[in-house]
């Protein structure tokens, strides 16, 4: 009698057991003949302590020629157990021993989320402060609904470890606000009393004071509702009427949690706006600074929460490259991947030195404010080539993470990346002696969550839809027992003011559903790299993961029009973002000849670091 199991015809299922699953298994033997009789034995430990040895009967299922096939259940398993189990078979001719196997009860995958925290530099560097005001109001209005309560909420659930991406030209606007050197327009113009308002401020209002999402900002409100329908029906607006929408502009873009009650800060300030929004119209003077205050409460306890979170391990904080540039253009944008019929590229520029200097200062403001070095980059859009490798590792970033279509097209022929297995792995890139750990992130569980799920209106059912694709397209296909990590990655704050209040109930309906699921496990990129022995995390070091060769030169975008595939051509290759770059680059040549440097003309560098920027270019085109 012969006897076999975990082959195509004899499988396991599950390959990867998680926590109150059976197991089944089959077994085949040859040939087929009668009195034959299959059994498992196994046993259950921790660790390298087995419990005693149980046994099981398998069933006899078919004859496929003359091979005979059985199967046999054993289960269901505690997280974390180590299960061993021989195969035996008996039939006239005596005993049979199929072999010895084993697997440990675990997730089926790690999930990585990263918040990507991020706002243009809306600072005119060419106005001092505090007389120059910001072009926009959106770091302020984001850091009253988002940048605070997206890492605060995870207070609520300390089983979620997670990643959230700030970028250094957002804290720098906001340290700004808090040390009192930025204002922006928009709050001027709220802090003016309305009476004095002149006509093209009283303008300026009925043409700003309205942007924010319509059904989920400003219907809600009865209040601010009012005073959009007076706007529409063109009625004349009162003094009151412009006290009010000076509220009301603010006062939508505070997060559900402090307009519906009162919540207290990690700094010990707490702060509330819901007696301004229970009142609903008739504000007076007094009521538009005490709401200012409570915007700058919030301010004060940005950078505070994720330290708080960051040191006890629930978060990682990563950061990118300063002012937020595409590194491989400013390496050589002779190299920049475009292909869209009828782009081309600009006069060539190239200065590497641009591209180190903006790592550097990134890791020299992360110092500054969290008190260690950062451990990884998203690099501005996800934008990553093999140029770009010494750039991070020269100021010991160990890690970094772009989009799957980068895999797609990475190496001669370019990586299967729609495979589950390929993805959900980190890789090593090397250039030379460099070596950084890439992460590669899948574009669709992201893009459901950013762009695609917000009008649903069952918060619950739309987190359960995402773990069922989760599980379904990933969890469900992995063979073997290595450890998998999905990637996710995406805006932690423009698309919740889509979402039914601020997405709240969205985030704690997917973070309870993620904290009792025992397929899958919340890891920090950093965590996942370097073990957490508390949570069950095996570390996986650099060195021993699988190489991916020639990164590709692209982005997490495809440009419209282009030829399928990621790329950068969002950023340079149409007319527009060429002349940019060439006015950017006779710049940049007129300080090289001058031979100015950065410690001697730090002002004009910084503008120039400003300038390369992305969000520039992003528009352009």
């Not at 991020?118 to 984001?142: A, C, F, I, M």
């Not at 600009?346 to 550097?360: G, K």
């Not at 297995?421 to 950013?450: K, M, N, W």
Request: aromatic residues 12%.
């Amino acid at each position: 009698m012969n006897i076999w199991h975990l082959t195509p015809d004899a499988p396991r299922l599950p390959q990867c057991v998680s926590a109150g699953e059976g197991v089944t298994l089959d077994v085949g033997t040859w040939p087929s003949e009668p009195d034959q009789k299959v059994r498992i034995e196994f046993s259950i430990g921790q660790s390298d302590k087995q419990g005693e040895v149980r046994c099981t009967e398998a069933q006899w299922q078919r004859n496929e020629g003359a091979n005979s096939y059985w199967r046999a259940t054993i289960g269901p398993f505690g997280q974390a157990d180590q299960v061993r189990y021989r195969v035996r078979g008996s039939s006239r001719d005596g005993e049979c021993d199929g072999g010895c196997f084993g697997f440990r009860v675990g997730v089926k995958v790690f999930l990585a989320l990263l918040w990507h925290q991020h706002q243009p530099l809306y600072k005119n560097l060419s106005l001092p402060t505090p007389e120059g005001s910001y072009l926009e109001p959106w770091v302020r209005l984001h850091a009253i609904r988002d940048y605070y309560s997206m890492a605060a909420i995870l207070l609520q659930h300390p089983d979620i470890h997670l990643t959230i991406n700030l970028t250094p030209s957002l804290l720098w606007q906001l340290e700004d606000y808090v040390t009192g050197r930025a204002t922006d327009r928009a709050l001027e113009l709220t802090l003016r009393p309305a009476e004095a308002l002149s006509a093209d401020e009283r303008r300026e209002l009925l043409g700003s004071f309205f942007d924010a999402d319509w059904h989920n900002q400003i219907f809600p409100h009865p209040g601010y509702k009012r005073l959009f329908a007076k706007r529409v029906e063109r009625h004349r607006f009162t003094a009151q009427d412009f006290r009010d929408l000076q509220m009301w502009f603010n006062l939508a873009w505070f997060a559900r949690e402090f307009r519906q009650g009162e919540a207290r800060l990690v700094t010990g300030e707490t702060v509330s706006v819901r007696r301004f929004v229970e009142q609903d119209s008739g504000f007076g003077a007094a009521d538009i600074p005490a709401m200012v205050e409570e915007q700058f409460k919030i301010l004060r306890a940005i950078v505070p929460v994720h330290r708080e979170l960051q040191d006890r391990g629930q978060i990682e904080v990563s950061t990118t490259p300063f002012f937020h540039p595409i590194l491989p253009i400013l390496i050589d944008s002779d190299r920049a991947t475009i292909d869209r019929p009828g782009a081309k590229h600009p006069p060539r520029f190239s200065y590497p030195d641009d591209a180190d200097e903006q790592v550097r200062r990134a890791a020299e403001d992360y110092q500054r404010r969290f008190g260690r070095c950062p451990r990884g980059m998203w690099p501005a859009e996800g934008a990553v080539g093999q140029c770009v490798l010494p750039f991070f590792a020269r100021h010991g970033v160990q890690w970094i993470a772009t989009d799957r279509g980068v895999l797609a097209k990475s190496g001669r022929w370019g990586y299967p990346a729609d495979d589950p297995e390929v993805l959900c792995q980190p890789y090593r890139a090397q250039e030379g002696s460099d070596a950084v750990t890439v992460f590669f992130r899948d574009p669709r569980l992201s893009d459901h969550i950013g762009f695609h799920h917000h009008d649903l209106a069952d918060c619950e059912g739309v987190a359960r839809t995402f773990l069922v694709e989760l599980k379904e397209r990933f969890a469900s296909r992995f063979s073997g027992q290595s450890d998998r990590v999905l990637t996710v990655v995406l805006d932690g704050e423009n698309a919740w003011g889509a979402y039914r209040e601020d997405g709240r109930p969205f985030l704690h309906a997917f973070y309870q559903l993620l904290e009792g699921d025992p397929q899958i496990q919340t890891v920090t990129l950093s965590e996942f790299l370097e073990g957490n022995p508390d949570r069950g995390v095996s570390p996986h070091r650099v060195e021993g993961l699988r190489q991916v060769h020639d990164l590709f030169t692209g982005s997490w975008i495809d440009e419209s029009g282009s030829a399928p595939g990621v790329d950068l051509g969002t950023w340079i290759g149409e007319e527009e973002e060429n002349k940019a770059w060439g006015l950017l680059g006779g710049v940049r040549e007129y300080l090289r000849l001058r031979r100015l440097t950065p410690s001697k003309e730090p002002a004009a560098f910084q503008s120039l670091y400003a300038a390369e920027g992305s969000d520039w270019f992003w528009w352009f085109g």
